[in-house]
């Protein structure tokens, strides 16, 4: 088999055969094809089927109809202790930053 390459392909291959890392140019574009199939195999191995994929597109939920569903056993009593200024101040109760101006 005889394939041509660009010149650029061809140096590289040439440059790497002579650093030692592999052992002739067949070696290195064997390497290279066997590491391609192996991708493209893992790749196809993990996609969705199409109806795998129709039905999660329909049980996807929004958002906050999911932040709602989590949030929904929490008592108004815990709500009540939050920081009025916490989405303001988001840093400050986070990574305890020093408040920023509000004005």
Do not use: C
Not at 37 to 62: G, N, T, V
């Amino acid at each position: 088999m005889t394939i041509h390459l660009p010149k650029d392909v061809e140096s590289s291959i040439n440059a790497e055969v002579l650093s030692g890392h592999f052992a002739s140019p067949d070696d290195l574009v064997a390497a290279a094809v066997r590491d391609y199939l192996q991708r493209k195999e893992q790749q196809a191995s993990h996609a969705k089927p199409a109806a795998s994929e129709e039905a999660s597109a329909r049980s996807h939920k929004p958002i906050w109809e999911r932040i709602q569903e989590l949030t929904a056993d929490v008592p108004d009593e815990v709500w009540d202790k939050l920081p009025t200024d916490l989405a303001e101040q988001h840093d400050h109760y986070i990574y305890g930053t020093p408040k920023r101006s509000t004005t």
